[in-house]
């Protein structure tokens, strides 16, 4: 018995690992649907570091990964067998050149879609502590009650008024006594549960783990989402389409009134330039301080302007593969271009630059009542949108568990990832991708409970999400030489094909410029110490489990024998060029992009 037998028998699943054909294009577009709610997850930390570009920033990247897709979509037709969406058709371009560089696309994309579980989760979370346990405002009247009953328990002697006092400078006494007061009554009002902590758990050049009122709640949320999920991807896509109806026509709505009302404050969205420096209210210029702030936006927009290549995730799940994978992305493409370029530009151009710097704006606890603001401002408005964010955030969770979890999976399958990603349930549920993205993300969930560490997480796995495009845009050109025989149901132009080579550099400079914007200088080493850990998975799979020989199935697309040879290398020397040139131009960006002094 191999080794390979023997793990999988220790699975001990009694259903073969094989995904259901129970999709239409139009499942695999409502499973997508969860892509356009992305755009609230870094809607203020974009407007932080771009400034009045940040809306300019928005429509660039869409642009880019609408024209990006179409390469996308030309390679999923060839693969109507497999799932894991294009970074698995991708990384079978790379096969013959590398075996290492094939499962590294695979690897990147995942830890790149995954944390969409624990930043998601996060924001829910906190939008129901904040429903449930609100920490009180200066000013309310609770607030305001409670700093009457103690007024006389600070006095213009006390030490703390004469800090505030040395502090502010032309202040008088009685206001530092009530705007300490003040704070001392939102500290007492504030719920425990709020601030509760049952520990943090310093990791030495990651972060901190905060195993807090948000990890918990958000754990919950996580827990549905794979309870859902369980039941298969038509199940999954059936809720889908009616969270999707729930959440996008209101929120299409957001987009459109203010345009229509003329609340657009037009000065908002002219004299485009750059902060003076990241989440300054002040406007910088057009330098290289100016380009880098501008860059580190395009960096971490194309973690949600390019996702909806999540379509195609479900190839193997479609009923006709062949011409249902081109009209899912497509139409998920046209979806995602109307709401990534609407609300930005509305969300803007109603608030303006300086508002958008609010901190609940930055971390997403507040973007729901700035929603209600955009249409309407009363409190039955604010509530219903509350829910409506939540609701947003589920959505989006749905779509990354489904597409990462299928992406284990047929890493697992094609002999890249450990075997027991595989295991699938008697409702074609990749059961073993679940469970692991569930602890994974518990694990970033923990890093991600406090503002800080939200964005450390989303600017390191945005490192791979960039690293997976560059090298699957240069798989397209790489299947073009090297795969000429299989067949294409459709079939991209080819100038497009070229620009898109083109663009995959132009990831290569936004990863070595931006990376660093977000308050990380190490967010870009940490990222590529991430992206390295697929090297020993790998090889315990490949040549330990399988003793390194490729499952059939995983070169069967192909029309490869695995006799040790996987196929003539017609693109010779090409391919590692293109790597050397992504190389040289990651680097180069890195050290000439700077922020603003």
């Not at 690992?17 to 992305?38: C, D, I, M, S, Y």
């Not at 008088?172 to 009002?189: P, R, T």
């Not at 977000?518 to 090297?535: H, V």
Request: glycine share 10%; charged share 10%.
């Amino acid at each position: 018995m191999t080794l390979i037998s023997t793990e999988r028998e220790a699975l001990g699943s009694s259903h073969p690992n094989e995904l259901q054909r129970t999709l239409t294009w139009k499942g695999a577009f409502w499973v997508a649907t969860g892509v356009p709610p992305l755009v609230l997850f870094s809607i203020g930390g974009i407007a932080g570091v771009a400034g009045k570009a940040a809306f300019l920033v928005w429509i660039v990247s869409m642009t880019m990964g609408f024209l990006q897709s179409f390469t996308y979509a030309e390679m999923a037709g060839l693969f109507g067998n497999k799932s894991g969406g294009t970074s698995v058709y991708g990384a079978t371009a790379w096969l013959r050149y590398s075996k290492l560089v094939a499962p590294l696309s695979v690897w990147c994309n995942w830890f790149a879609w995954s944390p969409v579980l624990s930043l998601g989760c996060a924001i829910a979370a906190g939008y129901i502590l904040n429903a449930l346990f609100p920490i009180p405002v200066a000013g309310s009247a609770p607030v305001l009650d409670w700093m009457q009953a103690n007024i006389g328990s600070l006095t213009a002697s006390d030490p703390r008024v004469i800090e505030w006092l040395g502090a502010n400078a032309g202040r008088s006494a009685q206001e530092g006594i009530d705007a300490i007061l003040s704070a001392n009554a939102i500290e007492a009002l504030t719920p425990a549960f709020r601030v509760w902590e049952a520990a943090a758990l310093q990791i030495p050049g990651l972060g901190t783990l905060h195993f807090n009122a948000t990890f918990v709640i958000g754990a919950l949320i996580m827990l549905v989402i794979f309870l859902i999920q369980w039941r298969g991807i038509a199940s999954t896509a059936s809720a889908q389409k009616i969270l999707a109806l729930i959440v996008l026509i209101p929120l299409l709505a957001v987009g459109i009134i203010p345009i229509l009302t003329g609340s657009i404050n037009w000065s908002n969205v002219t004299d485009i330039v750059p902060p003076a420096a990241a989440y300054s209210a002040e406007d910088g210029s057009w330098g290289v301080g100016g380009w880098t702030l501008f860059l580190g936006g395009m960096y971490i927009a194309a973690w949600s302007t390019y996702a909806f290549e999540t379509a195609v995730c479900y190839t193997r799940e479609l009923r006709n593969p062949q011409t249902d994978t081109f009209k899912a992305i497509f139409y998920s493409g046209l979806l995602c271009i109307l709401f990534f370029m609407l609300i930005p530009f509305t969300f803007q151009g109603v608030y303006g630059h300086e508002a958008m710097l609010a901190p609940g704006i930055v971390d997403g606890t507040g973007i729901g009542e700035a929603l209600a603001r955009l249409v309407g401002g009363s409190q039955l408005w604010v509530q219903l949108f509350v829910i409506l964010m939540i609701l947003a955030v589920m959505l989006a969770i749905m779509t990354s568990m489904a597409g990462s979890a299928r992406t284990l999976y047929q890493g697992s399958l094609d002999g890249w990832l450990p075997v027991y990603l595989s295991r699938v349930n008697r409702n074609g549920a990749p059961v073993g991708a679940m469970a692991t993205n569930i602890v994974f993300n518990l694990f970033l969930l923990a890093l991600a409970s406090d503002a800080g560490g939200y964005f450390y997480v989303l600017a390191i796995s945005n490192v791979g999400y960039l690293l997976f495009n560059f090298l699957n845009l240069n798989a397209g050109w790489i299947h073009r030489i090297d795969s000429p025989h299989l067949p294409r149901p459709w079939k991209a132009p080819t100038w497009l094909i070229g620009l898109n080579t083109v663009l995959a550099f132009v990831n290569a400079m936004f990863l070595g410029a931006g990376a660093k914007v977000w308050g990380y200088s190490n967010a870009l080493w940490a990222g590529l110490i991430f992206s390295a850990l697929i090297i020993p998975v790998f090889a315990w799979r490949h040549y330990v489990v399988d003793r390194g020989i490729f499952p059939q199935s995983a070169l069967d697309d192909l029309g490869l024998s695995n006799d040790g040879k996987l196929g003539e290398r017609r693109a010779g020397i090409l391919p590692y060029l293109a790597l050397a040139g992504g190389v040289a131009v990651v680097l180069w960006a890195n050290w000439f992009f700077v922020l603003p002094g």
